[in-house]
Structure formats: structure tokens, C-alpha cells
């Protein structure tokens, strides 16, 4: 027993000398302690940077971010703002403090641990898919709300919204806008408590299975990435049946759908999934079960005769005689909108009551349609009448070629204007490719004009589906779009001669291996799938002398040689080559088409560009797009085809690419980066977007005076700015219109005006975007009079440009063109990330500077402290979202005047009489420098607006003194009218802030959004410092638009309305509780507010609307009856996870 508590205690002893050797180190090994953390922070801030290059590809491509990636760089964060500060000592500084250090030395050595952990952790992928937006990328421009669709608007949303039905037919006739209702209706219900997707794809005569699986899982982020075409369908029912509520638009259903093909739900097991039919046909609603079942009618005559005037411009002070004819020609149109909207645009702007009359009798006239169908009989008549109304060859000419493509399909105006060309629509001496570019504008924008099109994104434009099946009617003796796989119509193909234009789907195979009359042919397109070696038989281009257009895909998952046989050299008439996801290998035989001028090779292999084409003539276009070139550098061929016009040279670059010299050219895009390249192609005519060097030092400087679009993205050729470093400021870059650069390590300006004596030259005069990205020297972007030059500038992005001082070098007092142009009048959008020695955006803010601005976003700038500096007559009437993000010492967005000129005099005289104030808006600390120090109880009434602002906007001051000491309590943002007009405000890691707004500005607001995260200081969010600002004009509405509130970690919240008392001075003499409402409240998220007591103090009781959504986590301290008032059906109290 004696042996047991001998060797007891003897282990005891050690574990206890041990912890306190291990303890010890705290105080004696603090110096080690110190460097080994810092030591681990270094590698901490290298795999930050390694990181952040990784979200940085990931938002290139567009990805998001994983939400564990960004909690892993929010956590890096912290810890490398960890400052080991220089050690305390005591008794007059003689001694360490070992208390300091045993404590100190205990937290770093736990904060070690924690960086060892996280450099444990590995992502080998950040990247998260974006969903693809659903129904509300449509605009509703053209929806007009007649009194008979607003019956079945509602109808349908009852019956969508109606959990006993789960399919919901909308039927009718073609064209009367069953496709812009059920959009409309889905974008209305799209909301989190309704549907959280609304999805639409296009069904149309022959379902096609994968592509209705691919529109609906694109905006839900599924992928079918290795899964077999029978799992696909599985994959999509799993998704569906997830719990989330989704909504189907199923359009244009001809016949009844498998949903198991598909992969969309049944009635009995959809689970939140609901499906709404559009279709022609009242039999298909009933084969598809559909519970409810809503039938749209025709307009009614006057609605029909209000939307012909719309769409012809014609108003009630019209000539009467043009009137009555417009109103036989609408009723002519049998109330049916497609043909209402086709034939009025196509009569607007027609003066001439003879070309009213003539419309009228054709429209009148009985026409033979041959077999076109009694429900299209009436819009074939009324579409055939616009197509010939256009008297434009062109532009009938287009108009047929749209109808080629695919049901749905938005389609390029490039691609028209090279298909345009190719066909002859032009002539043949149409002069350059730019001039035909216009001419081909020119009959879209007639076509649109005429709603025969309609507009798509920028630059895309899209058939109706009527519209398209009538222009098939229309050129169904010259247009033949056939599936090789279907035999009826591959024996309808064989038995035509006049086949002008045809469209093969299919096998690639079937297409040469078909027996048909060519002789006429003009354009082939085959959009067709490909297995294995095929080749082009001898024979097949023998029969086809006046083939103008060539276009042949294959689809794979890679390009499958493709072999040309010699006889491609009798296409005499050839115009147009393009070639997609082949091997073609040898394409010498090209250089025998003399009167080619258009090739384009996307996602094709080929051996080399071979040199025969130097010699083509008439060769304008050339696209290499995705290309893998095995042999030599292509543009030593390139830069001999003296005829070359535009050059579209896309992520094709070799080995051999160096040194690269260019022809003269009107067009070109040169890109080395997938990502970029596809944002320029189609909307820029001239553009640089490169990661690497592979130019002469003259064709750079070329590019640079001529691009539209720059990227450059690790490209360091020691110039220190683009003007004078690569052009010469005399030049200008006056064509740039978009900039970006990124990790550009020697850039310190982009233009230095240092060594100019004379006025500077304009520069940049069309830009629009910059965006700079990790240039590590970058300490300023422009001076004043670069800036006050730039007139169209709309977006400035600037980000991890450490070492930035200032977007505008300036001396304010100084600047003379102050008169002049207005700052950045067009710019919107605003963003700074990790910038931290900024102290201001601007130095110096002036009337009529910013005029547009509608976003500011400031992220982890550490040195800034307002946004503006000096200013006069401020308004940023446009702001509507501000967003700031780890700001630490962020006090305002204008800074008082006195912090800006370095004196406090100014404040500390006292002053009998208020000067007058000639700014229409500023802070309210503004105001105190100017007021009156006496603690004197007479009154003065200082107008903050201009004579044409509301008299309401007027503040009373009472002991001016007084009420600086309560703003200096209250620490809130500007007071100001500049904030009236935001309406989504974000702040983020804002540790000086005790309060966002002053009660009587909270009332005047727009906000709509507000968001505010991790604000150590914040005590409340509204605060009442009594003001008295034009008494109590705000009333009982605080927020009167607010529909969203989220606070979350701020530790010292203790009431979202405060108060601060009015002791010595100004006492509070109404005992009377005042009632504060939110209307428009919706959404109230408090997430981890240890310290929240409840929403306001005594002095209130806040009312609330019945609201959607309530949080509570992890808010220890409420007291649930002081907000029980509010709380609704879905208020929901959690612990945090």
C-alpha cells in the first residue's frame, strides 16, 4: 500500500512539474513563441494567396465559391490580423509583465494550433455551379395587362397556388400569348415562400428528351456528368422530388408527355414539384390529366384595337381617316395579338392614307394556302401580309434564313451577317465585311421593327414559334429542314429538285451517303453526330456547283477525323466554310476555293494552316476558335493573306506562336483565355485578352492603339503604365472601351502625366469598364485631368492592389478644371476589395460628380475612412445599394470638414449666429462644426436642402453642443439626404459603429434590404438622439420600404431601436410610449446576438405586419413577449449547429 502512494504520488509530481515547465514556457520562451506564429502565419498568408488565385479562376469561369472555402478564408483572415504587439513590462518599465505574457504567450500558442489545423485543411476545389437563372431572365416589356388577362393572370395563380392541384393546363389557340402569361405568372410566384425555381423549357412538335432534361436541370445546378442516358432521367426525378417547391413550364405541348422519360414526378409522389401545360390543343390538357384546366381566349375588339394602336403609334389625335382604316385592318387581324403586333409595326409610321388602303384590301383578299391548317389560316395571312409589307429583299431574305434554325433558338446577328453574306443576300460586291455587318443590322432592326423578330440578350434576337412555322410555309418549296433518321422525311428530300437551303439532323453518314437532286442547293447545313473515321466521298461535291454555304458539326465528345477528298476544289462558287468538333487534318485543298471568303474552324484538329490560302483574294474572315493546330506557327501564314479583314484567333496558340506580326486589320480577337474570349467574340469588334507574350513589340504597341477590349493577365514587359510606357499618350487609347488587368506587377499608373507641360490630350474618351486585379505596384490609377476626361466610365472594380493610395492624384485647392467636366457622370458601380493603404476614393467631391452612381461596394480597405473627402453640394441622388465590408477604421462617407482641413478652430469659437449653409446635404457632424458651443437655450433652424427640397427635410438645433455630444455617442452614418435613395445596404465587419441611422432620417428612407454582419460595437441599429428634426414629421413609420432585415454576430446589439437619454440639458418631458411601425417588414433574421435584450427600449413598442419569415438563433437574452407582438407562423427560435 505504502509502495502505491509513493509511486501515486511520484506520477502526480510529474504531471504537475511538467504542466508547470510547460506553462513556464508561456513566460521565459515568449520571444519563441512570438516568432514561431509568426513564422505559421507566413505560410498562412502564402496558401491565403494561393486560395484566393483559386477563387479567382473560379469566378473567371463563373463559379461561385464553396461556402467552406470562404469560412476557411474568413478564419485565415482573422488570424493574420492577429498583431503580436511589443511586450508590456511593469514597475516603470524595469520588468517584463509576466502576467501580460503568460497570458499573451497562451493565445498564440492556441492561435498556432489553429493555423497548423487550417493549413491541414485541403480544397482541391472551390468551385461552386451557379444555377442558371429560370423564368426571371424574361423581361416584361411587352406585356400588356388587358382586363381579360388579368381574370385568367389571377385564375392561374390560384390554381398554381392550390396544393390539391398538381399539373394546371393553359390552352389556346396559336398566338394568343399563352407563352408570355405563364411567364409572367412564374415570375410572380418565383419567391421563397411561393416556388423556390420557376422553370420553363419549350416542348414543341417533336419532344426532344435530353434537351428538356438539360433546361430543367441547368437553373437547378445538376449536372449529368458521367451518368448514362437511361440514369438521366432517375437523376432528374431525385432532384425534383428533393422537398424543394419547383415549378414546371411545360410550353408548347402537342401531344401527352412521358413524364417518366423524362423524369419529372407524378401526381402521387411529386412532393413539392408542381407542373404547369401550355398548349394549343384542349385534348392534350385532358390526356395529361391536368386537375385544372384554363382556356385564354382572344382579346375582346376594343382590346384588340388599343394594342393595334400601341404597336402602329397611332393616338387619338391620329388623322380620323387613318384611324377608321387601322380599325378594319385590326379587326382583319381576328383578335389575335401575334398578328396584331406583325401587321400594326408594320404599318407604323405610314402618313399616306393610300398605304392603309392597299394594306386593307390585301389583308381582305382571300388567299390560297395550300395545306396549311384552319388554325393557322388567319395568322398565316396576317404574317405573309408583314413579310411582303417589308418591300426589302434583304430582310426577306433574313427572314428566311432565321426560320432555318432551331424552334426556341436565339440567334447571333454575327452569325446572320456570315450567313447573309455566304448566301448572297448582299450582292457580291457588298463592299468590306463591316459594311455588310451593317447592311445586315439594318434589315434586322427592320425585321424587329416589324415584330416578324424579337429581341433576345444583347445582340441575339429569336422567332416566335408562329412566326417561324409561317416562314417555313412561306419558303417550303426552297427551305427543307430534315432528320436523315425519320425515312419519310428522307424520301420527301429525295424526291425534291428545288432545294435552295438544307438543314440535316442525323447521322453524319446518312447525309453523304444520300441519294438526292443537289444542283440547286445554296446552303447545307449539318448539325449532325459523328462516330469514328468518316470520308467525304469523291462524288458528293461533283453534284453541287452553286453550293455557297458549308457548314457541318459533328457532335462528340471529341473531333472525329473527317476526311476531304480533292474534288472540294470544284465548289466554284463557295463562299463559306465552317467546320465544328472534327479532325480534318490536311485542309490544303482550301487554298483551291478561290472565291472563299469566310472560314471559321471551332473545336477542330488540323495538321497546319497551310500557306495555299495566302493567295485566295477574296479571303475576309478567318475564326480559329478552340483549335488544336499541331504544326508551325499559323500566323506566319496569317500575316501574308493580304485580303484578310478580320481575324478571330480564340484559345488556338501553339508552341510556335512568337514573335507574332499582324496584317492591318478592321476586326480582331486575339485570346489566349477560355473564359474572357467568349464574353468578346460577338460584342466587340476588336479585342486583346492574353496571358502570355506571344507578340512583336511593334504589334503590341499596334493592339493596344486599336483594341477595344484589353486583357491582359500576367503580362509584365517592364512598362510601368500603358501611356507613355506602350502608347504614346498623343494617341490616346481612344477606341478602348473595356479594361482589365490582372497581376501586372510593374503597373504603377495607368497614365503619367508627370513630364507633360502642355494640356494633356484627351485619353480613353470610350471607356467604360476597368477592372485592376492584383497589381502588387499600382499606387494610383489617375490624375484629375485623366479623370475628369472619362465621360462614358460606367464600372471601376479594383482589387488586392495592396499597395494602392489613390484612385486620383489631386490637389483639391489646386484644381482648376474643378468648373469643368463633371467626376465620373455615367459611373454605376463601384467596387474596392483589399486595398488597404485607400484612405479616400475621392479627395475631393463636387456638384454634379457621380450623378449616376447606384452601387458602392468596400471590402477590407483598412485605411479608409470616408468614401468622399472634401465636397460640395453633395448628392449621390442615384445610390441605391451600399455595401461595406471589413472597414475598420470606416467613419463616414463624408468626412466633416474640419478632418479634412486639419484644423479644429473652426468648431471651438463660439458664435451667436449660425452661418448659412449653402450644401443641400451632409452629415450631421457637419453641422455641429458650425453650431454654437453656449449651452444657450434659444433655437436656430438650418435648412439641409435646396429651395426645391421639401420643408420637411429641415433640422431644428437646440444647444448645438449638446447635440455633437449625443452624435458623437450615437457614431452613426451620415445623416444626410444622400442615403434616401439606397436600397439595399450591407455593412460588414464594421468595428467603430455603435448605431447605422438617427431616427429621424430612418423615416425618410428607401431601403428595402439591410444586412449587417459582425459589427463589434453596434449597440443599435436606429437610435433616437432627440433631434427634433421638424418634430415628430416622420411619424409612427420607421423603414416605411424595408421588407428584409438580417443582423447577425454583432455582441453588443442590444435593441434594433435605441435611445439615447436627454439628461442635464435637454430633458425628455413626454413619459408618453411611442410607437414605431414597420410596414413593409417581411423578413427578420437575429442571428447570434448575445447581448439582444429585444427590439426597443421603454420609450417604444414597435408593430409589425404579419410577418413571412422570423429567426431567432442563438439570442440568449430576448425576452420572446417583447417581440411575441410580431412573431407570425413562421417564427422560428434555433440553437446554432
Known amino acids: 500500500m505504502e509502495c502505491f502512494l509513493t509511486n501515486l504520488g511520484t506520477t502526480l509530481t510529474e504531471k504537475v512539474l511538467n504542466k508547470a515547465i510547460e506553462k513556464s514556457r508561456n513566460i521565459f520562451c515568449f520571444t519563441c513563441i512570438v516568432k514561431?506564429?509568426?513564422?505559421?502565419?507566413?505560410?498562412?498568408?502564402?496558401?491565403?494567396?494561393?486560395?484566393?488565385?483559386?477563387?479567382?479562376?473560379?469566378?473567371?469561369?463563373?463559379?461561385?465559391?464553396?461556402?467552406?472555402?470562404?469560412?476557411?478564408?474568413?478564419?485565415?483572415?482573422?488570424?493574420?490580423?492577429?498583431?503580436?504587439?511589443?511586450?508590456?513590462?511593469?514597475?516603470l518599465g524595469f520588468c517584463p509583465d509576466f502576467i501580460w505574457r503568460y497570458k499573451r504567450g497562451e493565445d498564440l500558442l492556441t492561435k498556432t494550433k489553429e493555423i497548423r489545423k487550417l493549413m491541414e485543411e485541403k480544397f482541391e476545389n472551390v468551385e461552386l455551379d451557379r444555377h442558371l437563372p429560370g423564368v426571371e431572365r424574361y423581361s416584361s416589356q411587352y406585356y400588356i395587362s388587358f382586363e381579360s388577362r388579368k381574370l385568367k393572370y389571377e385564375e392561374l395563380l390560384d390554381a398554381l397556388r392550390d396544393d390539391n392541384n398538381y399539373i394546371t393546363g393553359l390552352q389556346g389557340?396559336?398566338?394568343?400569348?399563352?407563352?408570355?402569361?405563364?411567364?409572367?405568372?412564374?415570375?410572380?410566384?418565383?419567391?421563397?415562400?411561393?416556388?423556390?425555381?420557376?422553370?420553363?423549357?419549350?416542348?414543341?412538335?417533336?419532344?426532344?428528351?435530353?434537351?428538356?432534361?438539360?433546361?430543367?436541370?441547368?437553373?437547378?445546378?445538376?449536372?449529368?456528368?458521367?451518368?448514362?442516358?437511361?440514369?438521366?432521367?432517375?437523376?432528374?426525378?431525385?432532384?425534383?422530388?428533393?422537398?424543394?417547391?419547383?415549378?414546371?413550364?411545360?410550353?408548347?405541348v402537342w401531344g401527352n408527355l412521358n413524364f417518366d422519360d423524362i423524369g419529372i414526378p407524378k401526381s402521387d409522389n411529386h412532393k413539392g414539384c408542381k407542373v404547369l401545360v401550355t398548349t394549343r390543343n384542349l385534348r392534350v390538357c385532358n390526356q395529361m390529366v391536368c386537375e385544372n384546366k384554363i382556356q385564354l381566349d382572344l382579346l375582346n375588339e376594343e382590346e384588340a384595337w388599343s394594342m393595334f394602336k400601341l404597336h402602329a403609334n397611332l393616338t387619338d389625335n391620329s388623322s380620323q381617316s387613318i384611324l377608321e382604316k387601322g380599325r378594319k385592318i385590326a379587326t382583319e387581324c381576328k383578335r389575335l395579338p401575334v398578328a396584331i403586333a406583325t401587321v400594326a409595326s408594320s404599318l407604323k409610321g405610314q402618313k399616306r392614307r393610300e398605304e392603309w388602303d392597299i394594306s386593307l384590301k390585301t389583308l381582305q383578299k382571300l388567299v390560297s394556302v395550300g395545306d396549311v391548317g384552319d388554325d393557322l389560316v388567319d395568322i398565316?395571312?396576317?404574317?405573309?401580309?408583314?413579310?411582303?409589307?417589308?418591300?426589302?429583299?434583304?430582310?426577306?431574305?433574313?427572314?428566311?434564313?432565321?426560320?432555318?434554325?432551331?424552334?426556341?433558338?436565339?440567334?447571333?446577328?454575327?452569325?446572320?451577317?456570315r450567313l447573309g453574306i455566304g448566301v448572297g443576300l448582299f450582292g457580291d460586291d457588298y463592299g468590306s465585311y463591316e459594311d455588310a455587318r451593317t447592311q445586315a443590322t439594318a434589315s434586322k432592326n427592320k425585321l424587329l421593327d416589324s415584330c416578324l423578330l424579337l429581341e433576345a440578350e444583347e445582340g441575339y434576337v429569336k422567332m416566335h414559334d408562329l412566326v417561324r412555322e409561317v416562314a417555313q410555309l412561306i419558303g417550303k418549296n426552297e427551305i427543307k429542314i430534315v432528320n436523315f433518321s425519320n425515312k419519310s422525311q428522307k424520301s420527301l428530300v429525295e424526291s425534291d429538285k428545288k432545294i435552295k437551303y438544307l438543314i440535316c439532323e442525323g447521322n453524319l453518314r446518312d447525309l453523304f451517303a444520300n441519294k438526292?437532286?443537289?444542283?440547286?442547293?445554296?446552303?447545307?447545313?449539318?448539325?449532325?453526330?459523328?462516330?469514328?473515321?468518316?470520308?467525304?466521298?469523291?462524288?458528293?461535291?461533283k453534284n453541287i456547283p452553286r453550293l455557297r454555304v458549308l457548314n457541318l458539326s459533328g457532335h462528340s465528345s471529341y473531333p472525329h477525323p473527317l476526311s476531304l477528298p480533292q474534288s472540294m476544289e470544284l465548289l466554284s462558287n463557295i463562299r463559306s466554310l465552317s467546320f465544328a468538333q472534327v479532325d480534318l487534318s490536311d485542309i490544303s485543298v482550301f487554298g483551291g476555293l478561290q472565291s472563299l471568303e469566310t472560314l471559321e474552324l471551332t473545336?477542330?484538329?488540323?495538321?497546319?494552316?497551310?500557306?495555299?490560302?495566302?493567295?485566295?483574294?477574296?479571303?475576309?474572315?478567318?475564326?480559329?476558335?478552340?483549335?488544336?493546330?499541331?504544326?508551325?506557327?499559323?500566323?506566319?501564314?496569317?500575316?501574308?493573306?493580304?485580303?484578310?479583314?478580320?481575324?478571330?484567333?480564340?484559345?488556338?496558340?501553339?508552341?510556335?506562336?512568337?514573335?507574332?506580326?499582324l496584317p492591318t486589320l478592321q476586326r480582331y480577337c486575339l485570346s489566349d483565355n477560355t473564359d474572357y474570349a467568349y464574353k468578346m467574340k460577338d460584342t466587340i469588334s476588336r479585342g486583346v485578352s492574353l496571358t502570355w507574350d506571344y507578340f512583336s513589340e511593334a504589334t503590341f504597341k499596334y493592339l493596344m492603339e486599336t483594341t477595344e477590349l484589353l486583357h491582359l493577365e500576367g503580362i509584365d514587359k517592364g512598362w510601368r503604365n500603358l501611356m507613355p510606357g506602350i502608347v504614346s499618350i498623343d494617341n490616346g487609347m481612344n477606341d478602348l472601351i473595356k479594361l482589365y488587368l490582372r497581376n501586372c506587377h510593374q503597373v504603377q499608373c495607368l497614365v503619367d502625366t508627370k513630364h507633360i507641360n502642355s494640356q494633356v490630350p484627351s485619353v480613353f474618351s470610350n471607356l467604360k469598364t476597368v477592372t485592376l486585379d492584383s497589381c502588387s505596384m499600382l499606387v494610383s490609377i489617375f490624375d484629375m485631368s485623366t479623370s475628369r476626361g472619362l465621360l462614358l466610365l460606367e464600372t471601376l472594380k479594383i482589387f488586392h492592389c495592396k499597395k494602392l493610395e489613390n484612385i486620383i492624384t489631386t490637389d483639391c485647392d489646386n484644381d482648376n478644371n474643378n468648373s469643368c467636366n463633371s467626376m465620373f457622370p455615367n459611373l454605376k458601380f463601384l467596387c474596392i476589395y483589399d486595398s488597404p493603404k485607400l484612405q479616400f476614393v475621392l479627395p475631393c467631391y463636387s456638384a454634379g460628380d457621380f450623378l449616376l452612381l447606384e452601387y458602392i461596394g468596400i471590402q477590407k480597405c483598412a485605411e479608409l475612412k470616408y468614401i468622399f473627402g472634401q465636397h460640395q453640394d453633395a448628392q449621390l441622388a442615384s445610390l441605391k445599394q451600399l455595401e461595406l465590408d471589413d472597414v475598420p477604421n470606416f467613419i463616414d462617407i463624408f468626412p466633416e470638414p474640419s478632418s479634412i482641413k486639419g484644423s479644429s478652430n473652426s468648431i471651438s469659437k463660439p458664435q451667436t449666429k449660425l452661418e448659412p449653409v449653402k450644401s443641400n446635404t451632409f452629415s450631421w457632424s457637419q453641422i455641429c462644426c458650425y453650431g454654437n458651443k453656449s449651452r444657450g437655450s434659444t433655437s436656430t433652424k438650418m435648412s439641409l436642402v435646396s429651395k426645391d427640397q421639401p420643408k420637411d427635410c429641415s433640422i431644428t438645433l437646440e444647444s448645438s453642443s449638446y447635440f455633437h455630444n449625443l452624435w458623437e455617442r450615437a457614431q452613426c452614418l451620415s445623416k444626410s439626404h444622400i442615403m434616401c435613395n439606397i436600397k439595399k445596404m450591407t455593412l460588414y465587419r464594421l468595428p467603430k459603429i455603435k448605431s447605422v441611422f438617427v431616427m429621424s432620417v430612418a423615416s425618410k428612407l428607401s431601403l428595402e434590404s439591410l444586412d449587417i454582419v459582425n459589427c463589434d460595437e453596434l449597440e443599435h441599429i436606429i437610435v433616437d438622439i432627440e433631434d427634433g428634426s421638424g418634430g415628430n414629421n416622420w411619424g409612427n413609420n420607421v423603414f416605411p420600404k424595408l421588407k428584409e432585415l438580417l443582423v447577425f454576430s454583432c455582441e453588443k446589439l442590444e435593441y434594433i431601436f435605441g435611445h439615447i437619454d436627454a439628461t442635464d440639458h435637454h430633458q425628455n418631458h413626454n413619459n408618453e410610449v411611442t410607437h414605431l411601425h414597420l410596414p413593409a417588414l417581411k423578413y427578420l433574421k437575429l442571428h447570434r446576438l448575445q447581448s439582444l435584450i429585444g427590439m426597443c427600449t421603454k420609450h417604444y413598442c414597435t408593430t409589425l405586419p404579419p410577418l413571412t419569415l422570423v429567426e431567432l438563433v442563438a439570442c440568449s437574452k430576448v425576452d420572446i413577449t417583447s417581440i411575441g407582438d410580431f412573431i407570425g407562423p413562421n417564427y422560428s427560435n434555433k440553437v446554432p449547429t
Request: hydrophobic share 35%; proline share 3%; charged share 30%.
Open 36 to 91: 514561431e506564429f509568426n513564422e505559421e502565419k507566413d505560410k498562412l498568408e502564402a496558401g491565403k494567396e494561393t486560395m484566393r488565385e483559386k477563387f479567382q479562376v473560379a469566378t473567371n469561369k463563373g463559379k461561385g465559391i464553396k461556402y467552406d472555402a470562404r469560412f476557411w478564408e474568413e478564419q485565415a483572415n482573422k488570424l493574420i490580423q492577429e498583431n503580436t504587439e511589443p511586450n508590456k513590462r511593469c514597475f
Open 380 to 417: 398565316y395571312k396576317c404574317l405573309k401580309f408583314s413579310y411582303d409589307f417589308l418591300k426589302d429583299k434583304k430582310a426577306e431574305g433574313l427572314f428566311l434564313l432565321c426560320s432555318t434554325f432551331p424552334e426556341n433558338a436565339e440567334i447571333s446577328t454575327e452569325v446572320l451577317t
Open 603 to 661: 473545336h477542330c484538329a488540323i495538321d497546319e494552316l497551310p500557306h495555299e490560302i495566302e493567295k485566295l483574294k477574296n479571303f475576309r474572315l478567318l475564326t480559329l476558335e478552340k483549335c488544336y493546330i499541331r504544326n508551325n506557327n499559323p500566323f506566319e501564314v496569317i500575316q501574308r493573306c493580304t485580303s484578310l479583314e478580320e481575324l478571330y484567333f480564340l484559345n488556338s496558340f501553339n508552341d510556335s506562336c512568337k514573335e507574332i506580326t
Open 516 to 541: 438526292f437532286d443537289v444542283s440547286e442547293l445554296e446552303i447545307l447545313i449539318g448539325d449532325m453526330h459523328m462516330k469514328g473515321f468518316l470520308q467525304i466521298p469523291i462524288s458528293f461535291f
Open 173 to 252: 389557340m396559336g398566338g394568343t400569348g399563352k407563352t408570355t402569361l405563364a411567364k409572367e405568372v412564374g415570375k410572380q410566384l418565383k419567391t421563397p415562400e411561393q416556388f423556390k425555381h420557376v422553370i420553363d423549357t419549350k416542348v414543341s412538335f417533336t419532344p426532344d428528351i435530353k434537351k428538356i432534361q438539360d433546361d430543367i436541370a441547368g437553373p437547378l445546378g445538376l449536372e449529368f456528368k458521367g451518368i448514362s442516358e437511361s440514369d438521366r432521367s432517375k437523376e432528374l426525378w431525385s432532384r425534383l422530388t428533393n422537398g424543394e417547391k419547383i415549378l414546371l413550364i411545360l410550353d408548347d
